[in-house]
């Protein structure tokens, strides 16, 4: 029977040595490869190819003002930032970048969808289609007869909530809401495109569309008490119990003093 002899211990010690070696070496060999590969101009973005929602902005006009902000190759560029980049853009809402081998880049595109104007007259935010608001030139917008929404900030989807509930309860009796206003107390103001103003005070989305209903349901035979029609409203104030307190174009309550008589 024969028995394995061990290496001597200086022969084990040049073994581990000679592999630690070769492990170094093949290491330091593919981090060249890397590194030649990350400065190659092979991999430098070469194309960045834009798709999806081009309504207010230029495919051409985007790369170029884009490609100046991203920094890096193929391998190293930040897709993060350069999602950034392109959401920083007026009317761009959302951006997907995925690379493709081996120095292009493709863009998805979504725009913001305008639904209303918000804040104050001549500010330049808008509200999209999600509630969200963003800042873009008005002039841009194709559709003129957008409502105007206005309240505290951070509350922009309750407001495009309320509206999208109030505007078809307000279709029997042939009105729109043009303008809508959540005040800082809490407090709701809706303007009418016949130019009647109606405050509502506090509620609900359930609350104030209970009272909206009832309204629209009675104002016809109140207005015609006065030979007036919805059209003439003024204001309307809901701040008074269950009921509702009516303003008419052409009618007044006030009954003139009747002058006294001379001695």
């Known amino acids: 029977m024969t028995e394995t002899l061990s290496a001597p211990l200086d022969v084990r010690l040049m073994n581990a040595t000679a592999s630690m070696l070769f492990a170094a070496v093949a290491v330091l060999g593919l981090a060249a490869v890397f590194w030649w590969g990350l400065r190659h101009p092979l991999f430098s973005i070469a194309a960045i190819h834009v798709q999806g929602d ?128 959540l005040t800082d107390r809490g407090s709701w103001r809706v303007q009418l495109d016949t130019g009647a103003v109606i405050e509502r005070g506090r509620g609900t989305l359930a609350e104030i569309a209970g009272q909206t209903q009832r309204f629209v349901r009675t104002v016809t035979q109140a207005t015609s008490k006065y030979n007036r029609t919805p059209e003439a409203i003024e204001s309307v104030d809901f701040r008074h119990g269950s009921g509702y307190a009516l303003r008419l174009r052409g009618v007044t309550t006030v009954t003139a003093e009747t002058p006294k008589p001379r001695k």
Do not use: C
Not at 92 to 109: D, S
Not at 122 to 143: I, K, P, R, T, Y
């Open 54 to 181: 081009l309504t207010h902005n230029n495919a051409v006009t985007l790369r170029v003002n884009v490609a100046s902000r991203l920094t890096g190759n193929f391998f190293t560029l930040d897709l993060a930032s350069a999602r950034g980049a392109f959401e920083a853009v007026p009317w761009v809402r959302k951006a997907v970048i995925r690379r493709e081998f081996p120095n292009l880049l493709n863009v998805q595109l979504q725009e913001h969808q305008p639904v209303a104007y918000w804040g104050m007259e001549g500010e330049s935010f808008m509200l999209n289609s999600f509630g969200e608001v963003f800042e873009a030139n008005q002039g841009d917008v194709e559709a003129d007869d957008l409502p105007r929404l206005s309240g505290p900030q951070g509350q922009s989807a309750q407001l495009l909530e309320m509206y999208r509930l109030l505007l078809p309860l307000f279709q029997p009796i042939d009105a729109t809401p043009v303008k809508l206003e």
